[in-house]
């Protein structure tokens, strides 16, 4: 495996190999050039995988996957009708709530709050307020999950979903989707540029 004549076991044999040798599975991965980001998130991922043997990974918590981090921006709010804003990310404009009084907010877009369409959905027949227009990046799956990484005008957004749902939109890199996105979804705090 170490010179490459021979592929890399899936990741049970990986663990088990890790325990024989008394080494952190990810350290090890790590160290053959597997990234720690990679890393992360097959872990996380693995937690919904049905199969694997009586091991007790703990609830599934998606506020702690790594990619919220990755879906953290600092907008600009354009308009206010009391606590519903209009805050500019990249060139679209999102709706968003926030009871700050400031010009400036960070805003955190869930992952796995993140609907995708094939084709727009009608605002007036949708619930979501946020309706954006991407192209699908990156699609890589972990298991039973599906992570999409969607560009937009000025900025890219992760976002999760089943397999299923993926196999059902039959959707490939390259392809122009709709990712939408409730306003009350979305988290806010306030934002100094100063700070």
């Not at 990310?89 to 369409?117: C, K, M, Q, W, Y």
């Not at 192209?135 to 999409?148: C, H, S, T």
Request: hydrophobic share 40%; aromatic share 4%; net charge negative.
């Amino acid at each position: 495996m170490e010179s490459g004549t021979r592929p890399a076991p899936g990741l049970p044999e990986i663990r088990r190999l890790a325990e024989v040798l008394d080494l952190d599975m990810i350290d090890l991965l790590v160290g053959t050039g597997t990234s720690r980001e990679v890393m992360e998130h097959l872990l996380w991922s693995e937690r919904l995988h049905p199969n694997l043997p009586g091991k007790d990974l703990g609830a599934y918590v998606p506020e702690r996957s790594p990619l919220i981090a990755k879906n953290a921006f600092r907008v600009r709010v354009l308009k206010r009708d009391g606590a519903l804003c209009t805050v500019a990310l990249g060139g679209t404009e999102l709706s968003v709530f926030s009871f700050a009084d400031a010009e400036n907010l960070r805003i955190h877009i869930p992952p796995e709050v993140v609907s995708i369409h094939r084709v727009a959905p009608s605002p007036a027949s949708s619930a979501r307020e946020n309706i954006l227009p991407a192209r699908l990046k990156k699609l890589r799956r972990f298991g039973q999950v599906a992570n999409l990484v969607l560009a937009g005008d000025g900025f890219e957004l992760n976002t999760l979903h089943t397999d299923r749902t993926i196999d059902r939109l039959a959707i490939s890199e390259g392809d122009e989707v709709f990712a939408s996105v409730q306003a009350t979804a979305i988290r806010t705090e306030a934002f100094s540029k100063e700070a």
